[in-house]
């Protein structure tokens, strides 16, 4: 595929899912539309396309736009970088200067059907979830307590929920607090987690007791993260429309947690905030059924959300 422009720049977790395609970039930003024509010619000239990918905010010229229409009809697609992201890489182009709002309709809340559809999916999945992980459960504390007897089983933190409303959400402690080290992001190594810690996390045991929070109506089982309120509030005024993912509640696993890594800076969350929107936007029972199947092959293959 070529890609004309740079107004997203594609990530590493996009490059690897798009390894299949020839990748070629070509910037633009107002040039000598000859210049960039002959550029796509060479390249079309060496490799096979399917796509030609429009991800500029310059105004095309007349005579660029007739270039590709002529190789449209030689077949290869023209698409917008918005349609792209949403069709094959499952994301939203999220403008980071606000310079476009017009897709903010189509992101709504659920409806009183769908909210019982997740209702139904959250307790039938909550419950036999909570009785057989019971004897996970119970081990967990007590080895939670014999590597790390310093602090509490349980932690317990301020998150924001739906329609920013903060609760107070419940995890097993995966981290020493005899330690003299802090950073709002969880690095690689990092010193804070102990074995078992470290365990919990890649298998998500850490999360289930989040499903007391499910029972209370203040998660879903599938949405988008429940981030720490000292963060959530930091991105809200850092990120354009971070808050539009607060118009569900959120969830212990989510279409953002299964398509990308654990978030180590503000890139990673605005990465992360274009597949929560996309699944706020295309939400289905396909995408619900979908997203617990991804969930449980990356518990399965240890790589933690």
């Not at 000292?230 to 850092?238: A, C, N, P, S």
Request: glycine content about 4%.
């Amino acid at each position: 595929m070529i890609v004309l422009g740079e107004k997203y720049k594609f990530c590493e977790v996009d490059k690897e899912k798009l390894k299949n395609y020839n990748f070629t970039q070509i910037k633009y930003n107002n040039k000598n539309p000859k210049e960039v024509i002959k550029q796509i010619e060479d390249a079309v000239k060496n490799n096979n396309y399917q796509f030609l990918i429009l991800n500029t905010k310059a105004k095309l010229p007349k005579e660029l736009i007739e270039y590709l229409n002529k190789i449209h009809l030689k077949g290869i697609k023209f698409i917008t970088i918005e349609e792209f992201l949403e069709k094959y890489l499952h994301k939203l182009y999220i403008p980071k200067d606000n310079e476009n709002v017009d897709y903010l309709s189509y992101l709504k809340p659920y409806n009183k059907f769908e909210y019982l559809i997740k209702r139904i999916i959250d307790f039938s999945i909550a419950i036999p979830l909570a009785i057989l992980s019971s004897p996970i459960l119970i081990y967990s504390a007590y080895r939670i307590k014999k590597e790390s007897p310093d602090g509490p089983i349980l932690f317990k933190q301020k998150r924001v929920g739906k329609n920013a409303e903060e609760f107070v959400c419940y995890k097993f402690r995966s981290m020493r607090t005899d330690i003299d080290f802090f950073d709002h992001y969880t690095q690689e190594n990092d010193p804070r987690i102990f074995p078992w810690g470290k365990i919990m996390r890649k298998t998500r045991i850490d999360e289930i007791p989040q499903l007391i929070n499910v029972f209370k109506g203040e998660m879903h089982i599938i949405g988008p993260r429940a981030e720490w309120n000292e963060l959530g509030r930091k991105y809200e005024k850092e990120l354009p429309f971070y808050t539009e993912r607060y118009l569900v509640a959120p969830g212990i696993t989510g279409w953002a947690q299964i398509n990308y890594p654990y978030g180590k800076n503000l890139e990673d969350t605005y990465q992360k905030l274009t597949y929560d929107l996309y699944y706020i936007k295309n939400w289905s029972i396909w995408l619900e059924i979908k997203t617990i199947f991804k969930t449980v092959w990356v518990m399965v293959k240890g790589k933690g959300l």
